[in-house]
C-alpha cells in the first residue's frame, strides 16, 4: 500500500469518529505525512476538512494559519478554481473571515489585506458572495457602523448560493449585529424567529441567549438571566472548547445565583487548563471566572483546587489558593485582551464590556448604577 493510499484509509476512518480533539490531532498528522509526500491535492484537501473540524469542535482562532497555508498552496496553481466546481476556497474564506473577528493578534491593516485578498477569490469563484458580505457585517459591527451597515445592505441584496449559511446562522448574525449597534426594537425582532425556536442549528439560538443572558447580567435582572443560563448550560459540551464562551456567561450568572455550581465549573476549566486563541470566547470565559471569584471572595480566604498542572500561571504546588489573587490574575488578564480588542479596532467596545461586568458585580438592589465605583 503506498503512502497515499495509507493516508486516504485513515482519513476514511476518521469520518466515524466523533468530532473531538482526538479526530482533529488524526487531521493534524495527516496534513504532515502529505507535506512530506508533497502530494499538493492532499495537501489542500486535508487542510479543508482539518480547518472544518476545528471550526466544528476546536479552539477556532487555529484556523487562521491553516487557511494561511493553504493559500499559499493554492497560490502555486495556475487557476484558482478547477474546470466545473468549488474546491474549498469558499469555506475556507470564510472560516478565516470569521476568526478574524476573534484574533486582536492581527492588526487592522493586515486584517483588511487579508479581506481584499480572499474577496478576490470569491469573487473570481462566482460562490459565497453573500456569505462574505454577512462576515464583514460581522467582523465591521464592532469597528466602524457605517461600514458595517454598507455590507449588511449588499448581504441583504444578495442571493443565497450554495456557499451560503444558514438561515438560522444568518438570522443570529442580523441580530447580533443590531444588538452590537444598540438598536434593541430591531434586534429584538430580527431575534424572534431564533428565541421561538423557528430557526436552530448547531450554535443557533445559543449564540443568541448568550447576547441575552450578557445583557440580563449587565442589568442585574437575575429572573431573566437564570433560565438563559440553564438552557445554555444543558445544550453545550464542557469538553468542547467551542463552548467556552458559553460556559463563561453561564459562570457569570451562576455567580449571584448558584454559587457551588459556579465554583464547580471554574474548578473543572481550571483544571483541563487551555487558554484559547480564539480571544473573544477566552474573554467570555475570563470575565466569568472573574466574577466567580469576586462572589466568593465575599466569605472565603481560598480554595482548593487540585490537580492543576503548572501551566496554569497562579499554579500552588499544595493546590490551596488566594481567591483574591485569583481574582486579580483573571482581571488583569481580561483587561489585557480587551485592550488589545480596542487597540485593534480604534474603539472602546471590550472594554466597556469589561466595566459592565465589575459594575453588575458590585451593583446591589436599590442603587443607581451611575454612582457605583469600579
Known amino acids: 500500500m503506498t503512502e497515499e493510499e495509507q493516508i486516504e484509509k485513515i482519513y476514511k476512518q ?45 479552539d477556532q482562532g487555529k484556523v487562521f494559519p491553516v487557511v494561511a497555508e493553504y493559500i499559499s498552496l493554492r497560490e502555486e496553481e495556475e487557476e484558482w478554481c478547477p474546470p466545473g466546481g468549488i474546491d474549498g476556497i469558499e469555506y475556507m474564506a470564510d472560516y478565516c473571515l470569521e476568526v478574524l473577528c476573534y484574533l486582536p493578534q492581527i492588526t487592522l491593516v493586515q486584517a483588511e489585506e487579508i479581506i481584499k485578498k480572499l474577496e478576490d477569490m470569491v469573487f473570481y469563484n462566482r460562490y459565497g458572495k453573500r456569505l462574505y458580505y454577512q462576515r464583514l457585517f460581522r467582523f465591521y459591527s464592532v469597528i466602524d457602523t457605517n461600514k458595517a451597515l454598507k455590507y449588511f445592505w449588499l448581504f441583504k441584496n444578495t442571493r443565497r448560493d450554495i456557499c451560503s449559511d444558514c438561515k438560522a446562522c444568518e438570522q443570529a448574525d442580523m441580530a447580533r449585529l443590531f444588538f452590537r449597534l444598540g438598536d434593541m426594537a430591531e434586534a429584538d425582532i430580527l431575534a424572534r424567529p431564533v428565541l421561538d425556536g423557528t430557526l436552530k442549528c448547531h450554535d443557533v439560538p445559543r449564540n443568541v441567549w448568550q447576547l441575552y443572558l450578557q ?159 469600579v
Request: charged share 30%.
Open 215 to 373: 445583557r440580563a447580567i449587565d442589568y442585574k435582572d437575575l429572573k431573566k438571566a437564570v433560565p438563559l443560563a440553564e438552557a445554555l448550560y444543558n445544550t453545550s459540551d464542557i469538553n468542547d472548547p467551542t463552548d467556552l464562551g458559553y460556559f463563561g456567561a453561564v459562570m457569570r450568572c451562576f455567580a449571584f445565583t448558584a454559587k457551588e455550581r459556579a465554583e464547580m465549573l471554574l474548578k473543572k476549566f481550571l483544571i483541563r487548563w487551555e487558554p484559547l486563541w480564539d480571544k473573544e470566547k477566552w474573554l467570555s470565559f475570563l470575565m466569568g471566572a472573574w466574577t466567580v471569584c469576586n462572589e466568593c471572595a465575599k466569605t472565603l480566604s481560598t480554595m482548593y483546587i487540585p490537580g492543576l498542572t503548572d501551566k496554569v500561571p497562579f499554579w500552588q504546588k499544595d493546590g490551596i489558593y488566594n481567591i483574591k489573587e485569583m481574582e486579580k490574575w483573571f482581571y488583569s488578564e481580561a483587561l489585557r485582551t480587551a485592550q488589545s480588542f480596542d487597540m485593534r479596532n480604534g474603539t472602546s467596545y471590550y472594554t466597556e464590556e469589561l466595566e459592565r461586568v465589575v459594575c453588575s458585580a458590585r451593583y446591589k438592589e436599590g442603587q443607581r448604577f451611575y454612582i457605583i465605583k
Open 14 to 58: 476518521t469520518l466515524d469518529m466523533p468530532h473531538s480533539k482526538e479526530r482533529n490531532e488524526t487531521l493534524y498528522n495527516l496534513i504532515q505525512r502529505a507535506d512530506i509526500i508533497k502530494n499538493h491535492h492532499m495537501q489542500k484537501f486535508l487542510r479543508w476538512m482539518y480547518a472544518s473540524e476545528l471550526m466544528r469542535c476546536g
